[in-house]
């Protein structure tokens, strides 16, 4: 059974970086399928972020583009988010899921954006 | 970006009623491969979102047989008949045909 895990530090400060990874097993990330990042703010809805290809073809929200690099690291089986100049708007729920149609999530992980 | 509208925003329904959900796009979704990317998601309390229908009438394995979808061109709905008190939650319809991805807002379901 595929599933996914998001990890990181739950709290970033103000102007400084998220960094998310997302580990996935039972399904080999070279296989194929996209690996989506998508978020969820406190109380609202979901924001897709981005996605990577295991042939490391990235596309990314434009609303979030400039900010948002998305890698994948096929040997460990894991991706990862980078999200630079946070502000308290980036504080979200932050879930890891299996593109294109998102049948596999992982449990989300919370990130507060604060001093 | 497409722009995903659903409505209702919140649903009250009477357990064993049937309910509809309507999710509306800005454009038509078939992709490039002759697909529709159209997906519903279940969110409940405190869970991760769980998918129930892709590629508009596609059921998930596991999800219950109440749940179906359907719709073309810019109009999809979620029909759940005989509503069960573990179907509370948001649902969130989802459109993979063209970049970027885009949700819908949420409906929230409840029971009266």
């Known amino acids: 059974q595929v599933q996914l895990q998001a990890s990181g530090p739950g709290l970033v400060k103000p102007s400084e970086t998220l960094s998310l990874t997302c580990t996935v097993s039972?399904?080999?990330?070279?296989?194929?399928?996209?690996w989506d990042w998508i978020r969820q703010p406190p109380g609202k809805g979901l924001e897709w972020i981005g996605t990577i290809q295991s042939s490391g073809h990235t596309y990314s929200n434009p609303s979030l583009k400039s900010r948002v690099t998305i890698s994948v690291d096929t040997s460990k089986n894991q991706f990862s988010l980078r999200l630079n100049s946070v502000t308290a708007a980036d504080t979200a729920v932050y879930y890891c899921?299996?593109?294109?149609?998102?049948?596999?999530w992982g449990q989300g992980t919370l990130v507060i954006v604060s001093s | 970006d497409v722009v995903m509208t659903q409505s209702p925003l919140s649903l009250p329904v009477t357990l064993g009623q049937s309910a509809s959900i309507s999710c509306r796009s800005s454009q038509g979704l078939v992709h490039s491969d002759g697909n529709i990317y159209l997906s519903w998601f279940q969110q409940r309390p405190g869970q991760s979102p769980r998918r129930l229908i892709y590629?508009?009438?596609n059921r998930d394995s596991g999800v219950p047989d109440r749940f179906s979808g359907s719709g073309s061109g810019t109009d999809f709905t979620l029909k759940i008949t005989r509503v069960e008190a573990e179907d509370v939650g948001v649902y969130y319809c989802m459109q993979g045909s063209h970049w970027p991805r885009t949700f819908g807002q949420g409906t929230k379901v409840e029971i009266k």
């Open positions: 039972g399904y080999s990330i070279s296989s194929g399928y996209y």
């Open positions: 590629q508009v009438s």
């Open positions: 899921a299996r593109g294109p149609s998102s049948d596999y």
